[in-house]
């Protein structure tokens, strides 16, 4: 969960650490999946101070925050009690100040944290974002995601598509998508992996500039665990996210699912065509997130694999019921890669509750890319020239 922390490091990761373990903590809620980079020096401080509270079993008396939510910690609710103390000492630190002095401070200590946050690796400044849950619906519209990668420092992109044809589809949809198959097809409406590819292909289409989009399928009867195969016969790449829409739902309407499933194959593919251009790719994985246990452990040592030697992206969409366990502990583990090249998006726990759910699972697949990019540069995984010049 903690990426590249810059001023306090050590200090945050031992002090998460220890709570995590004393406390039984299963992850650290940051809001909307956030990996956190706190820079704030006021900030660390409280955060020790409430984790020792509530180390020792010690709930606030003084309207402070619950720290623990279902065996989370709770970050926000620290931050949001962390503004409050702030305003109140700065505040009573001036005895001359008016009496609505309050609300201005602690709008000045919000936007002192906004900024050195993971909203500014999207090019937010500090005045765009107001809190936690304002992140994820601040961008309603698929240009607005393009424009905060680019202001990222992303370059054009080179994206290649894999899809899962396992026979687990037929059931992973029983809650999320009506009892029905996620592959199943009907006119007027787009079943969850069409929606993905929409939403994906709009917030991508701008920084494609043209380059084609190689796409597979893989776990159908033929190919099973051991292999994949083109989306367009002949082997040809799509030419666009249009294209491929097309590509895919003419494959679905033929192909027999099976299994059982493996994502070694597709991300083996994608090193290769990765490795070959020496550009940097975006594999984008759409799945159930079900594998069988030869198929985890040839797919944990492909992505590890990849890490050592390709500038590859790997963006692991999670598509119907879940749970896809696996995956979730590759996200933040795996500490052989040489870099976090994996990203894990839950669509049902992205999209739920948004206002604008396309554009929220967009802004969470693409928001560790240019991150990943810039490891991938100082690894010296690109070439001189093109999209991979540092």
Not at 320 to 330: I, M, N, V
Request: aromatic share 6%.
């Amino acid at each position: 969960m903690l990426h590249q922390l810059s001023q306090h490091q050590a200090l945050l990761q031992t002090l998460l650490a220890d709570c995590c373990s004393r406390l039984s903590i299963k992850r650290i809620v940051i809001g909307s999946s956030v990996a956190f980079r706190p820079r704030d020096r006021l900030f660390v401080p409280f955060l020790t101070k409430s984790i020792d509270a509530c180390c020792s079993l010690q709930r606030p008396t003084d309207g402070g925050p619950d720290l623990l939510r279902g065996g989370h910690l709770c970050v926000p609710a620290v931050f949001d009690h962390y503004c409050h103390e702030v305003s109140q000492q700065e505040r009573s630190s001036s005895s001359t100040s008016a009496p609505d002095d309050d609300t201005a401070t602690s709008s000045s200590c919000k936007s002192r944290y906004y900024s050195t946050s993971l909203f500014a690796i999207l090019g937010l400044s500090r005045e765009e974002v107001h809190d936690f849950a304002a992140f994820r619906d601040r961008f309603s519209t698929f240009s607005e995601v393009s424009t905060a990668m680019r202001r990222a420092g992303l370059p054009d992109i080179h994206v290649i598509v894999g899809i899962d044809f396992s026979a687990s589809n037929e059931w992973q949809g029983r809650r999320s998508f009506r009892g029905e198959s996620l592959h199943a097809l009907k006119s007027g409406s787009h079943n969850p992996y069409q929606r993905a590819l929409a939403s994906l292909g709009s917030a991508l289409g701008p920084l494609l500039h043209g380059n084609p989009v190689p796409a597979y399928g893989f776990g159908d009867a033929l190919t099973k665990d051991g292999g994949l195969f083109p989306l367009i016969e002949s082997g040809a790449p799509c030419l666009d996210f249009n294209d491929l829409m097309c590509a895919y739902t003419h494959t679905a309407h033929k192909v027999q699912l099976s299994g059982p499933t493996s994502f070694a194959p597709v991300v083996e593919k994608a090193q290769e065509i990765a490795i070959c251009s020496r550009e940097f790719h975006v594999l984008l994985l759409l799945t159930d997130g079900q594998l069988s246990p030869a198929g985890e452990a040839a797919s944990r040592k492909a992505i590890v694999a990849a890490s050592q030697i390709a500038p590859l992206s790997l963006v692991v969409v999670a598509l119907g019921d879940g749970p896809c366990a696996a995956l979730a502990c590759w996200d933040d583990g795996l500490p052989e890669r040489r870099f976090d090249n994996l990203q894990l998006v839950r669509h049902a726990e992205v999209t739920r509750g948004c206002r604008h759910p396309d554009a929220a699972l967009a802004l969470h697949a693409l928001m560790e890319v240019p991150d990943q990019y810039r490891a991938a540069v100082q690894l010296g995984l690109l070439s001189r020239g093109g999209s991979g010049t540092p």
